[in-house]
T-cell receptor
Framework: AQKVTQAQTEISVVEKEDVTLDCVYE???????LFWYKQPPSGELVFLIR??????QNEISGRYSWNFQKSTSSFNFTITASQVVDSAVYFC?????????????????FGTGTLLAVQP | DGGITQSPKYLFRKEGQNVTLSCEQN?????MYWYRQDPGQGLRLIYY???????QKGDIAEGYSVSREKKESFPLTVTSAQKNPTAFYLC????????????FGPGTRLTVL
């Protein structure tokens, strides 16, 4: 069965600290995608990144970076120099293949999320 | 502006009543989804639809029903059979091709009194 684990329930840091959010996944598919979403207090999920299973290059976008390692089935997310506006719940998600739809679907499996609180 | 709208944002209902949550998108997306979120938990899939007039049960479909008569609309009915309906409900859509990210609406918070 496919599964996403975010072991960190809550993290609290002081502004300007770096913070890493962990994500470990399980899948038997050889082709899959991983995602990170941000959920601010307003509730709407905001897409951050999508990474396919064939691309293990790390990615950096401003203060955000992602480390994908297939060998450990992990897709960790680091925020450098955190800011108060980064306070939110962050979800990691895995796409699930569905043979009824040509082998792929957008059905996502979410982790339980990590609540990040950045203190001023 | 293209996007997903959900209404209402807050909804209260009495126990034993059915209630319908609205989800509309003007992104021309083929696929639409309904998720439920409970405090401290991730999102759980209720129903999804890849094309008009077709939909599939997700992981927690019991007590819910949906319809997909139009591409842009995917309403969710929470029936009286749903034993614990108080939750935050999120609707999402995606173009439908493989592995695209899902775009989410602002959510509806349902409280059963």
């Amino acid at each position: 069965a496919q599964k996403v684990t975010q072991a960190q329930t809550e993290i609290s840091v002081v502004e300007k600290e770096d913070v890493t959010l962990d994500c470990v996944y399980e899948t038997r598919d050889t082709t899959y995608y991983l995602f990170w979403y941000k959920q601010p207090p307003s509730g709407e999920l905001v897409f951050l990144i999508r990474r396919n299973s064939f691309d293990e290059q790390n990615e950096i976008s401003g203060r955000y970076s992602w480390n994908f390692q297939k060998s450990t089935s992990s897709f960790n997310f680091t925020i450098t120099a955190s800011q108060v506006v980064d306070s939110a719940v962050y979800f990691c998600a895995l796409s699930e293949a569905n043979p009824n739809y040509g082998g792929a679907t957008n059905k996502l499996i979410f982790g339980t999320g990590t609540l990040l609180a950045v203190q001023p | 502006d293209g996007g997903i709208t959900q209404s209402p944002k807050y909804l209260f209902r009495k126990e034993g009543q059915n209630v319908t949550l609205s989800c509309e998108q003007n992104l021309n997306h083929d696929a639409m989804y309904w998720y439920r979120q409970d405090p401290g938990q991730g999102l759980r899939l209720i129903y999804y639809s890849q094309i008009v007039n077709d939909f599939q049960k997700g992981d927690i479909a019991e007590g819910y029903s949906v319809s997909r008569e139009k591409k842009e609309s995917f309403p969710l009915t929470v029936t009286s059979a749903q034993k614990n309906p108080t939750a935050f409900y999120l609707c999402a859509s995606t173009p439908g091709s493989s592995y695209n990210e899902q775009f989410f609406g602002p959510g509806t918070r349902l409280t059963v009194l």
